[in-house]
T-cell receptor, first 114, second 113 residues
Framework: DAGITQSPRHKVTETGTPVTLRCHQT?????MYWYRQDPGHGLRLIHY???????DKGEVSDGYSVSRSKTEDFLLTLESATSSQTSVYFC?????????????FGPGTRLTVL | KNQVEQSPQSLIILEGKNCTLQ??????????LRWYKQDTGRGPVSLTI?????NTKSNGRYTATLDADTKQSSLHITASQLSDSASYIC????????????FGSGTRLSIRP
């Protein structure tokens, strides 16, 4: 367990409202990731970070933005939530990619957009 | 196209029996393959990680195999327990890429007493 916490754990919001999810890690891992998990799909990468203030897009980044001002925190923002963003969101961390090391996942945030 | 396909989608076995889950991938260039266990309502937890030079890796009752030539992997569970009921996810990473991490859709395993 890499000491990853996510907040909130559950959230219900309305279409059009902004939402921010927080991921916090205590292991000083360099890489941090946001994924979404939907029925029938594998986890899909939204955004990732390879250092403080260094972020890049994943395959499903539309409608999402991220920020990483400190090593331990990675924020995911939905500027204007839509029903299609109802999902379970997982944060993950990884110390290195070469040589490859394990990814550690947080407990998830269940987001419902009405 | 980079893909990871797992089979079967779901599996039910009796407690104490063995089972094998399959994973085929087309991710290139290949770096490593991981198996994760995901309990309902929880985040995935790593079971094994293998690079191209490794063809088997064990973690207790879990044994993963990798054939990099045929791009296939399997996860064998020995003497299953009720606590093994979970989804098992195969994940393949491309070489030196922080973002090209492809997840399979998982196999949902149910262990019956």
């Amino acid at each position: 367990d890499a000491g990853i916490t996510q907040s909130p754990r559950h959230k219900v919001t309305e279409t059009g409202t902004p939402v921010t999810l927080r991921c916090h890690q205590t292991e000083n891992h360099r890489y941090m990731y946001w994924y979404r998990q939907d029925p029938g799909h594998g986890l899909r990468l939204i955004h990732y970070s390879y250092g403080v203030k260094d972020t890049d897009k994943g395959e499903v980044s539309d409608g999402y933005s991220v920020s990483r001002s400190k090593t331990e925190d990675f924020l995911l923002t939905l500027e204007s939530a839509t029903s299609s963003q109802t999902s379970v969101y997982f944060c993950a961390t990884q110390q290195a990619i070469a040589p490859p090391e394990l990814q550690y996942f947080g407990p998830g945030t269940r987001l419902t957009v009405l | 196209k980079n893909q990871v396909e797992q089979s079967p989608q779901s599996l039910i076995i009796l407690e104490g029996k063995n089972c094998t889950l399959q994973c085929n991938y087309t991710v290139s260039p290949f770096s490593n393959l991981r198996w994760y266990k995901q309990d309902t309502g929880r985040g995935p937890v790593s079971l094994t990680i293998m690079t191209f030079s490794e063809n088997t890796k064990s973690n207790g009752r879990y044994t993963a195999t990798l054939d990099a030539d045929t791009k296939q992997s399997s996860l064998h569970i020995t003497a299953s327990q009720l606590s093994d009921s979970a989804s098992y996810i195969c994940v393949v990473s491309a070489y030196s890429s922080a973002s090209k991490i492809i997840f399979g859709s998982g196999t949902r395993l149910s262990i019956r007493p």
